[in-house]
């Protein structure tokens, strides 16, 4: 066990050693947002309000950069749901960065990798349109063409228009229903019920933030929320398989309904 100070910084005592030791080096780290020009948001908000804290993020980008052949590796989502509304991680631009622009190496989005390092601002933009959500390639493109980091002539790459969730899941299928590629690889505590229950209740807390997924949270309780057996022990682990009250009756056909959408 060594402390914080000798794994996250190069410098220091034993410099030589930590070269040495850390050739070839691949730092992965996670971040909310990347820019256009290849800047990464991790740890706050435009506003200001604070997401979480940088940790070793910083440091380990910008040893990437000190150390011979270590790279730096940002996985991203291509896309977030907040209140109802989806919107793309990968944005021309945001009023707060966690890693500059000029520490750009690798980043990863369900869609590919793409390559930045070393690469003019037009083929950083190119490659980050080749792994954002295709739903929002076109306005991408408009603002880096406005900003006269993409020629006029630029079309996203046909491959690049299939970056959609649905398309993924279908060539993800032949080895999803092999065992492969599991709801978490690493592990967790979580029981296979309990990642089901928090797909619903996603769900659910997604439609109920815009008028049109109220009216469709309605229509599904009414419609889909009747009994179903498979669902019992999920009802009952969320306390809801005898409803002792109108309110919780209405929760059980909610969460009924939930559940049928995310199981189908």
């Not at 030791?21 to 991790?42: I, K, W």
Request: some cysteine; aromatic content about 8%.
């Amino acid at each position: 066990m060594r402390g914080i100070s000798f794994i996250n910084e190069l410098y220091g005592p034993e410099w030589e050693l930590k070269v040495a030791q850390r050739r070839h080096a691949r730092f992965v780290n996670t971040a909310m947002l990347v820019t256009g020009l290849g800047a990464a948001v991790s740890d706050a908000l435009a506003d200001g309000r604070v997401v979480s804290g940088v940790g070793g993020q910083y440091n380990f980008v910008a040893m990437a950069h000190a150390l011979p052949e270590a790279r730096s590796i940002l996985c991203v989502r291509a896309t977030r749901t907040s209140r109802g509304t989806l919107s793309s991680n990968i944005v021309w631009s945001y009023g707060h960065t966690t890693i500059p622009r000029h520490l750009r190496d690798i980043v990863v989005t369900e869609y590919g990798i793409a390559d930045l390092r070393g690469r003019t601002d037009s083929e950083i933009v190119a490659a980050l349109v080749s792994i954002m959500d295709a739903r929002f390639q076109d306005e991408f493109v408009a603002a880096a063409k406005r900003a006269r980091k993409l020629p006029r002539d630029f079309r996203v790459p046909d491959a690049a228009r299939a970056n959609l969730p649905h398309i993924l899941r279908e060539r993800l299928a032949p080895w999803c229903a092999q065992g492969e590629f599991p709801e978490l690889p690493f592990g967790s505590d979580l029981t296979q019920e309990e990642l089901v229950l928090a797909k619903a209740l996603r769900h659910l807390d997604e439609q109920r933030h815009t008028m049109g997924g109220k009216v469709r949270l309605a229509f599904e309780t009414l419609t889909k929320g009747g009994t179903r057996r498979d669902l019992d022990s999920y009802l009952a682990r969320m306390q809801l398989a005898q409803p002792r009250t109108f309110k919780e009756r209405l929760y059980r056909r909610a969460l009924r309904a939930a559940l049928k959408q995310v199981k189908r």
